[in-house]
């Protein structure tokens, strides 16, 4: 049972443009959440987090949006830059039950020049 | 630091021998995360420690996936007999206070291929 869902498998934006990566989760547990960027044979590196008590996280050209109502997250990165281009991971975990993450799918980013 | 290494980063082997991949955490991280990713399933949480003791492995698949942290400085996953279905990328992650847990880095992954 997926807890936490990336609808998108893949995105393609210019470069310098805005890119928005979208997010829903189901467990209204979940009070920490995450984004992981993965480039091919490499693992996931930490990107940027949130927790339930915020609505907004700023780090850079990254942004990430809570809307708990509607248990959705975004990532916006602006601007997006070709070295971007990489598979983003959404994760949530429920710190209260432990520090286990809850990850999505993944959605693919491409970058064009 | 050098970050979380895993060892081998291919592994091929034929269905019914005996699998072991090995991690090393980043060093002083007080939890250790063992996680599966596949094409169908996505990225899922296999089991994880907290000072060397398995704290929840609710999610290993079957009797033929075990898990042991002999110390803090390492840990293996073995699977025995391996099976075609288990082909597919381990990812080992550690976290540590600095970071409040809950921020975890992974290593590079062993590609596991069962025929």
């Known amino acids: 049972d997926q807890q936490v869902k990336q609808n998108s498998p893949s995105l393609s934006v210019q470069e310098g443009r805005i890119s928005i990566l979208n997010c829903d989760y189901t467990n209204s547990m979940f009070d920490y959440f995450l984004w992981y960027k993965k480039y091919p044979a490499e693992g996931p590196t930490f990107l940027i987090s949130i927790s339930s008590i915020k609505d907004k996280n700023e780090d850079g050209r990254f942004t990430v949006f809570l809307n708990k109502s509607a248990k959705h997250l975004s990532l916006h990165i602006v601007p997006s830059q070709p070295g971007d281009s990489a598979v983003y991971f959404c994760a949530a975990s429920a710190l209260k039950s432990g520090y286990a993450l809850n990850f999505g799918k993944g959605t693919s980013l491409l970058v064009t020049p | 630091d050098a970050g979380v290494i895993q060892s081998p980063r291919h592994e091929v082997t034929e269905m019914g021998q005996e699998v072991t991949l090995r991690c090393k955490p980043i060093s002083g991280h007080d939890y250790l995360f063992w996680y599966r990713q596949t094409m169908m399933r996505g990225l899922e949480l296999l089991i994880y420690?907290?000072?060397?003791?398995?704290?929840?492995d609710s999610g290993m698949p079957e009797d033929r996936f075990s898990a042991k942290m002999p110390n803090a400085s390492f840990s293996t996953l073995k699977i025995q007999p391996s099976e075609p279905r288990d082909s597919a990328v381990y990812f080992c992650?550690?976290?540590?206070?600095?970071?409040?847990?809950?921020?975890?880095?992974f290593g590079p992954g062993t590609r596991l291929t069962v025929t």
């Open positions: 992650a550690s976290s540590g206070r600095a970071q409040g847990f809950a921020e975890q880095y």
């Open positions: 420690f907290n000072n060397n003791v398995p704290i929840d």
